[in-house]
C-alpha cells in the first residue's frame, strides 16, 4: 500500500506544480488574461473526456499499464515545459498534463485497492485521499520557493526537481505486483465496453447528492480561490514574491490534511455536514478580503476553506468506495473525479461570463451566492441520507453474520438480566 500511495502522491504533486509559474508565463510570452486563463483551463479541458475514457476501459487494458503510461505521460509534459521556448510547447505540455492526471485519477484508487486487502480499503481510501490533497498543496509550494529563491532559470529549474520525483513514481510502481492478471475474453469484453459513467440504479441519488455534488462543490469553491489568489497577493498583500502564492495554495490544498487527523465527529455525516459549512464560510472570507483589502482576514478565510475542503473530501471520496459493490467501484470511483474536475471548470467559465455583466467581486459574489444555496440543498439531503446510511450498514452487518446495534443491545440487556438472576440466588 505505501509504495502506491507514493505514486499517488508523487502524481498529485506534479499536477498542480506549475501553478505559481503562470505570471512567469504570461510576461515571458506577453499573454493577454483571456489567454493565461484558457491555458490554466486546457488542463481541466483534456483531463475531463481521458478520465471518462479511461474510467470505462482502463481495467480492460490493464490498470497498472494505465498507470504506468500515465506517470511516462507526466513526465513528457515535464520536459516539454523545461524546453519550451514558444506558447505553443506551454500549451501542448498543459494539454499532456491532464491528459496524464485524467488516466491516472479513477486507476490509481482502483489499482491501490485491488494491492489492499479488504479489512483496509477504508483506510486505503482516506490515505489516498491525504496523499492528494498534501500532493496538490505541496507542488506549487515547492515550485514558488524555487523560483523565488534559487534564482536559477526560474522556468527550468523547477522542473528538474519534479522530474526526479516522477522517475521515483515509476520506480515505485514497477516494483508492485500486478495482481490485476484477467483471462484474454474478459479483458476484451472490458475493452469493448460502452463508454458511460457507471452508477446503479440503487445508489445514484445518493451518491450524486452526497458524494459526487460535496466533490463538485469542493472543486468549485477551491478552484474560485486558486484563480484569485495570484492577484490577490499582488493587490492585497502587495508583493510580487510568488513564494507566497505558493505558500497559500499550500495552506488551501494541504491544510485540509490536518483535519482529516483529528478525531472529532467521526459519524461520516455529521463530519460531511460540518465540513460542506466550513468550506462555504471559507469562501465568503476570501471573498470578502478582497472587496475590503483585509490580509488578515484572507489568511483566515483560506485557512476555514481548507479546513472544511479536508472533511468534505475525506468523506465525499470514502462514500464513492463504500456505496457501490466491488465490483463497480473503479467506475463509481471514476465518476466522483469526474463530477470534481467539471466543478473545477466552472469557476474558470463562470467568472468568466459573470464578469461581462459584473466585475469580478460582483461575479464571486454570485458565484458564492449559488454554491451557498447547492451547499443548503446538501444539508437538507443528509436528513435522508442518514436514514439510508443506517439501515444500510445494519443490513450489510446482519448479511455479514455479525449483530446489528440494536441486536448488540439486546444482547447485553439478557446478560445483565442473567448476571442479576444469579445473584438474587
Sequence with gaps: MKKMLWVIFMMSTGTSFTSP???LYQEQY??????????FAM????????????GSRGSGWGLKRVLRISILLSILATLLFMASQQAWLVYGARMLEGIAYGSFTGTAVAFLLKQTSKEKTSKAILLSGMAVSVGFGLGPALAGLIIEYLHLMPLRAPFWLLTVLLLSAVVSLETLQDKDFQARKERRRATSASISLGVSNEIKPHFWSFSALPV???FTL??????????????????SNLAVSGLLILLLMGGGTMMQMLPW?????VRLRIGITLLACGAWLVVLSGTSGSISLMWIGVLVQALGSGWTFQISLRLAGELPNASERP????????????????????????????????SLIVLNVLASLVVLYMLGYSVRFERYYATRNGTQTQAEGLPSKAGLQAFQSRRMRLIRCERSK
Design 216 to 218: 463538485f462543490t469542493l
Design 21 to 23: 509559474l503562470f505570471p
Design 30 to 39: 506577453r499573454l493577454s488574461s483571456l489567454q493565461i486563463t484558457i491555458l
Design 331 to 362: 467506475k463509481v470511483i471514476t465518476t466522483y473525479y469526474f463530477a470534481g474536475y467539471i466543478g473545477f471548470i466552472v469557476p474558470i467559465v463562470g467568472v468568466g461570463l459573470l464578469s461581462y455583466l459584473f466585475d469580478l467581486y460582483v
Design 265 to 269: 465527529f467521526k459519524q461520516p455525516v
Design 43 to 54: 488542463y481541466a479541458v483534456f483531463l475531463l473526456p481521458t478520465l471518462l475514457i479511461v
Design 222 to 239: 477551491n478552484g474560485t480561490v486558486l484563480s484569485l489568489i495570484p492577484s490577490f497577493v499582488k493587490n492585497v498583500i502587495h508583493t
